[in-house]
């Protein structure tokens, strides 16, 4: 069964402060992975995608990882920003078929003075 | 960024009474959209594909009778919930990519949603 798991659930950090996002898969045949971030009610945002062949990502503050053998990756926030307060969800797609995408359940960020 | 609206962002109905919702994409022509619903502190759960000219494929375990999806054109998807019940208040939300296909490298551009509550 495509799985898609991500740690922690929650996590507050001060302003300033740095972070590291997990997400572990179990999807296969793997196509890529993505990150999005999606803030309280509204859709997600694309932040960084990610092929087999790419271990690591950026898109100004957030950095992607990708570890294929060990199937995770993360997501690092670099001097985290208020506007950085929303969900993170780690998205895995399956080669051969653009309606076998597995999210995971996101990682509620929040940012705090 | 490729651009994708819905409309409305939120409705409250009536139990019994249907809602129309839609999906646009502003600014490229999205043969393949998707949608999604997701409820409180859960992630986002795919209900169906639709492909523009063709009958959309839903998701194992969602009604098609009473999710009504049209993709006429190009730009438009619309997401019928018929006799919305109180148990279908979620959060509804439409993306769309650019042409069939999700293989590495595309991007799916995600709607704002739609906020459904159902009394």
């Known amino acids: 069964k495509n799985q898609v798991e991500q740690s922690p659930q929650s996590l507050i950090i001060l302003e300033g402060k740095n972070c590291t996002l997990q997400?572990?898969?179990?999807?296969?045949?793997?196509?890529?992975l993505r990150w999005y971030k999606q803030d309280t009610g509204r859709g997600p945002v694309s932040l960084t995608i990610m092929t087999f062949s790419e271990n690591t990502k950026s898109n100004g503050r957030y950095t992607a990882t990708l570890d294929a053998d060990t199937k995770q990756s993360s997501l690092h926030i670099t001097a985290s920003q208020l506007s950085d307060s929303a969900s993170y969800i780690c998205v895995v797609s399956v080669s051969g078929g653009y309606q076998k995408v597995t999210f995971g359940i996101g990682t509620k960020l929040q940012v705090i003075p | 960024g490729a651009v994708v609206s819905q409309h409305p962002s939120r409705v409250i109905c009536k139990s019994g009474t249907s809602v129309k919702i839609e999906c646009r994409s502003l600014?490229?022509?999205?043969?393949?959209m998707f949608w999604y619903r997701q409820f409180p502190k859960q992630s986002l759960m795919l209900m169906a594909t639709s492909n523009e000219g063709s009958k959309a494929t839903y998701e194992q375990g969602v009604e098609k009778d009473k999710f009504l999806i049209n993709h006429a054109s190009l730009t438009l998807s619309t997401l019928t919930v018929t006799s919305a019940h109180p148990e279908d208040s979620s959060f509804y939300i439409c993306s769309a990519i650019n042409y069939p296909g999700l293989a590495g490298g595309e991007t799916q551009y995600f709607g704002p949603g739609t906020r459904l509550l159902v009394l």
């Open positions: 600014d490229f022509q999205a043969t393949t």
């Open positions: 997400c572990n898969y179990t999807v296969s045949p793997f196509s890529n």
